[in-house]
Nanobody
């Protein structure tokens, strides 16, 4: 098991940028996959991006070219850099880690894109 804590959400205007960080309670060397999901009001939770232990990345079509996920094993963290934000990116963003135990989730951080 691992505990995850997100930070970096907030209010931003369309076209702006935000950087979300997720810090794990222990080293992430053995965690096979870490990623970010989001859930907007009235919608199902969806994958935004994830990164494997081999640094392979996967992005939702809606964020390709705008968002970048990175993994820093030395800091036990995963970062989601979000650029060119749109109102439809508004959601609660959750950090996720997958390992032999199953999956762990953070508490979520709100991202609101509005003028």
């Amino acid at each position: 098991q691992v505990q995850l804590v997100e930070s970096g959400g907030g209010l931003v205007q369309p076209g702006g940028s935000l950087r979300l960080s997720c810090t794990a309670s222990r080293n992430i060397f053995s965690i096979s996959s870490m990623g970010w999901y989001r859930q907007a009001p009235g919608k199902q939770r969806e994958l935004v991006a994830d990164i494997t232990i081999h640094y392979n990345t996967n992005y939702a079509d809606s964020v390709k070219g705008r968002f970048t996920i990175s993994r820093d094993n030395a800091k036990n963290s995963v970062v989601l850099q979000m650029n060119s934000l749109k109102p439809e990116d508004t959601a609660v963003y959750y950090c996720n880690a997958k390992g032999p135990w199953g999956a762990s989730w953070g508490q979520g951080t709100q991202v609101t894109v509005s003028s």
